[in-house]
């Protein structure tokens, strides 16, 4: 009797330590807008893509947009003095952050209901205002590191896998216990040229540089740039656009990338991440490959961009926010006939 209560002691401070060490990250899907301290803004999307193969399961992206709530001239030197204030400050943000945190399985999802640790306060939620703050620091060394105004490297998390997705419904938190890729991305205004070495920036207004075309030529040290865009879908109706943008990942110098040693050396992949993504300027992530990212489970897989050298997603967004594709745009102005007929 005394090994059993021993044992059932000593299980539930294991089980205490875990929950304890790992981060948790709430997305609430009651209330998909916050305000993180009467100064910034956060609005929440869950995007429900599914696999048009028996081979990937169904996912869902969860985003974390982050908006600015100041206005710049842009100029690089100014982001940079702004970021520098938003450190020390955790006020005034230069740039929209988008944080996405997709659980990933080869088998199944495993759903548990955590609201009683929640509620005696067991395990390790990380606040909104917290998640902000790492994801900006990231984000800004990973930015300005490549100009070598720091004396050391920084060591980036622009992708990770020590966050958990907790789903709180109705007042109940729902932990997704599997693991679990977080990425950090800004929003960045203007023009971003592929021969600027940036992992953590999305432009939606640069030029289109197709996947297909740059990765059949042999110049692929010339356009190492981090996130490029590959085309722009727009939505129309009755005069009213949405622009929902196609991006693909070609970025040599952060920690999750290496040369597939193809083209004497000069053909970098991510090894894990989203791969090839769309984007929607107001709600995020709506849509991606997740194909790198398997690849460590599958010994006959090749890197994304040999088996699939054009932007073709393997995923189909089913739902956003609950609603199902068609009908969230449609809201917006757009009819399902002009929907399907671009997608």
């Known amino acids: 009797m005394i090994l059993f209560i021993f044992l059932a002691v000593s299980a539930f401070q294991l089980i205490a330590t875990c929950f304890a060490q790992i981060k948790y990250v709430v997305f609430n899907q009651d209330k998909l807008t916050d305000s993180l301290n009467g100064h910034l803004f956060c609005k929440r999307t869950y995007a429900e893509i599914g696999s048009d193969s028996t081979n990937f399961p169904d996912l869902t992206i969860y985003n974390f947009l982050f908006k600015k709530n100041i206005i710049t001239d842009g100029s690089n030197q100014k982001v940079f003095q702004n970021f520098i204030s938003f450190e020390r400050e955790g006020k005034n943000l230069p740039v929209d952050i988008l944080v996405t945190i997709t659980p990933l399985t080869r088998a199944k999802f495993e759903l548990k209901n955590i609201s009683k640790a929640v509620a005696n306060n067991e395990i390790n939620i990380i606040t909104l205002d917290s998640l902000l703050r790492t994801t900006a620091k990231d984000i800004f060394y990973a930015t300005y590191a490549p100009l070598g105004i720091f004396s050391e490297t920084p060591s980036l998390n622009l992708k990770r896998t020590d966050y958990k997705i907790v789903i709180k419904q109705k007042n109940e938190y729902f932990l997704v216990d599997n693991e679990t890729l977080t990425e950090s991305y ?44 590959d085309t722009t879908i727009n939505l129309n ?16 110098y952060i920690p999750f990338t290496k040369s597939a040693g193809l083209n004497k050396g000069n053909d970098w992949y991510a090894v894990e991440g989203i791969g090839d993504f769309e984007f929607h300027w107001d709600n995020g992530i709506l849509n991606g490959n997740f194909l790198d990212y398997f690849k460590k489970a599958k010994l006959n897989y090749m890197p994304d961009k040999q ?37």
């Open 307 to 343: 088996l699939n050298t054009k932007l073709n997603l393997w995923y189909k967004t089913k739902k956003i926010n609950g609603i199902p594709f068609e009908a969230f745009f449609e809201d917006k102005g757009l009819n399902n006939t002009n929907l399907k007929s671009i997608l």
């Open 186 to 229: 800004f929003i960045g205004n203007g023009y971003m040229e592929p021969y600027r070495t940036n992992a953590a920036g999305i432009y939606p207004q640069s030029k289109n540089f197709s996947k297909q075309n740059y990765l059949s030529t042999e110049k692929l040290n010339t356009i190492k740039g981090g996130i490029i865009k």
């Open 237 to 252: 109706n009755q005069g009213r656009t949405i622009a929902i943008d196609r991006f693909w990942i070609n970025e040599p």
